[in-house]
């Protein structure tokens, strides 16, 4: 009775260690199988097999004094010697004793281990030689190899990651895998999502915020399928299990083998400094419950706009003369003309992203470039024009609405025929109409207003735009006091400049760029759902001026441009 419970224990606990590990333990079928082979050692278990080779001993004590630990990181009471003679199918690379340093081995083969050193032995050193299925090889052998810790190293006929196999011990038939012997060992380097996550510089700044964003994922595409269940549901016998990060998925895979990214990552002092600066842009009104959370979060991102790229040439098609990054949009640059997330001669010494990099550190899926000096200009990142384009506008209560394509201005063509919003009144000449503004950040903006002229009526407008923005107790305050605007009137035949208070005049030759003034916004406001910035056009309009003004208006465009 006694074996019995000590049998179901462990065998408890190497179901635990395999879900740690992204499998389970599961009847095999035949993709596990193994083809016959002459071999010196008889088939026995890996962990007997290993002991049977003379100047291995030091990877066997490692593997008998590290224990498994669960997914919070607590030791199991089971080492992944124990693993090793279980039946779950392996291939492990085991280093010589001379390859590895001393020092290396005095850490690893420590027997009184800490809880964080079980992990950290088991994940990076461990792990790193150990891989699911049979991977033997051979002639011609070319293989890209996952290990249990998701490191991809390549595996070819005469080494593997560089490191030679050793001249005789290599393709060993076990009873529960396949055992290769390397004359060197693979050096664990973190991927580029663990390195900024667990880099003391960069943990607390940014690296455990980034991390929060991180759950666990399964990996169809290796894992193993057995088939539906009753359901319709994919079953897999071997589940492996990746892990998924929101930001990753706007900025790229950066904990993924498969891919090869570079990342330019301010120095602690100078992501202080910018990031002091940026934060004042995203300064939210107190009754928001979340703002500074919201503050945080936007300040972190926008300095992370440009710091991701992924580097594979197929992807990098400006590569060498110029590089993008995971955030270029072809159709934005393309429909705003500016070269949003664009950098040109990236390996220039002097003053390329990352040829003027003050360090660099080498990751197992890509490269860290470390830079002293903010290289993404403002404008085109945060401080970017908002701009409303009127036929996008279609809820002006109680006003007539209608799209125009203007393709002529007076005797001119236009090269690219705009689209304008045409507001009148329903039958009123001195309408209101209330146009409200998002996304907009804390901070000065130079507000304008772009119209067309009314080619059907050929008359000037006569209006009054006024600026407001709802305040955090639901007052609106008027943000611009226009008392009186100077303003040129251009009509048919002749020309004049006249003061009128409070409107501006429509010219009838041109697009009429309106410079309302400029605002100074109390809060930023950007990525909520009501806006609290809004411009109301009033007609100015009346019987005793109707035959010299148009009510109705051509609208193209509001534009606010940031004020630094």
């Known amino acids: 009775m006694n074996n019995y419970f000590r049998f179901s224990s462990k065998s408890v606990l190497l179901a635990v260690a395999l879900v740690v590990l992204g499998s389970c333990k599961d009847a095999w079928d035949s993709h596990y199988s193994f083809k016959e082979t002459e071999s ?18 030091k990877f066997i004590t490692v593997l008998s004094t590290t224990r498994m630990v669960d997914k919070n990181g607590t030791p199991l009471n089971m080492s992944y010697l124990d693993l090793l ?3 779950q199918f392996l291939t492990v690379w085991a280093p010589s004793n001379s390859s590895v340093p001393d020092s290396l081995w005095t850490k690893y083969m420590a027997k009184n281990k800490t809880r964080l050193q079980h992990k950290e ?41 560089g490191q030679p196999y050793h001249s005789t011990d290599r393709n060993i038939r076990c009873s529960n895998g396949v055992l290769h012997c390397i004359d060197g060992y693979l050096d664990y380097l973190p991927s580029l999502y663990e ?13 455990d915020w980034f991390k929060s964003f991180t759950i666990e994922e399964l990996d169809p595409s290796r894992s193993v399928a057995q088939g539906f269940n009753d359901l319709g549901e994919m079953v897999y016998i071997d589940s ?20 090869t990214f570079a990342i330019v990552l301010p120095t602690p002092e100078l992501w202080a400094t910018v990031y002091d600066e940026i934060k004042e842009r995203y300064v939210y009104a107190e009754n928001n419950l979340n703002n500074d959370s919201l503050q945080q979060y936007y300040t972190r991102t926008t300095m992370m706009a440009d710091m991701f790229y992924n580097i594979n040439p197929k992807v990098q098609r400006y590569m060498p003369d110029s590089v993008f990054s995971t955030r270029y949009s072809q159709a934005e640059n393309r429909r705003e003309g500016l070269p949003f997330h664009i950098f040109s001669h990236p390996y220039d010494k002097t003053s390329g992203l990352f040829g003027s990099a003050v360090d660099s550190v080498e990751c197992s899926n890509g490269i860290i470039y470390f830079i002293d000096k903010w290289p993404f200009a403002d404008t085109l990142t945060y401080l970017r024009q908002i701009k409303l384009e009127a036929e996008t506008y279609q809820n002006l209560s109680g006003l007539i609405l209608r799209s125009q394509t203007v393709q002529r201005v007076d005797t001119t063509t236009l090269d690219n025929p705009i689209q304008v919003m045409r507001i009148a009144g329903d039958g009123v000449s001195n309408w209101t109409g209330k146009i409200y503004i998002s996304d907009n950040l804390k901070g000065k903006y130079s507000v304008k207003m772009v119209m067309a002229p009314n080619t059907v009526s050929e008359m000037p407008n006569y209006i009054h735009p006024t600026i407001s923005y709802q305040m955090p107790n639901g007052k609106v305050t008027d943000l611009i006091d226009s008392s009186v605007t100077e303003s040129v009137e251009y009509r048919p035949g002749k020309y004049r400049v006249t003061k009128i208070p409070f409107y501006a005049i429509n010219k009838l030759d041109r697009l009429d760029t309106i410079d309302l003034g400029i605002v100074d916004l109390p809060y930023c406001n950007y990525d909520m759902n009501q806006a609290k910035l809004s411009i109301t056009l009033t007609s100015g309009v009346n019987e005793k001026n109707s035959e010299k003004y148009s009510s109705e208006i051509w609208l193209d465009c509001i534009i606010l441009d940031p004020v630094r």
Do not use: C, W
């Open 195 to 207: 390195y900024i996550t667990t880099a003391p510089a960069y943990k607390e700044i940014f690296g």
């Open 121 to 161: 032995v088991g994940e990076q050193f461990i792990q790193n030689h150990i891989a699911r299925f049979k991977h033997s090889v051979g002639e011609g052998s070319n293989e890209k190899i996952y290990m249990l810790n998701g490191k991809a190293y390549t595996s070819k006929n005469d080494g593997i990651a």
């Open 40 to 57: 010196k050692y008889p088939v026995a278990k890996i962990a007997e097999t290993l002991g049977d080779i003379s100047g291995f001993d």
């Open 85 to 87: 003679y279980e039946d």
């Open 240 to 259: 492996v299990m990746i892990e998924s990060n929101m930001l990753m998925s706007r900025y790229g895979r950066i904990h993924t083998e498969d891919s």
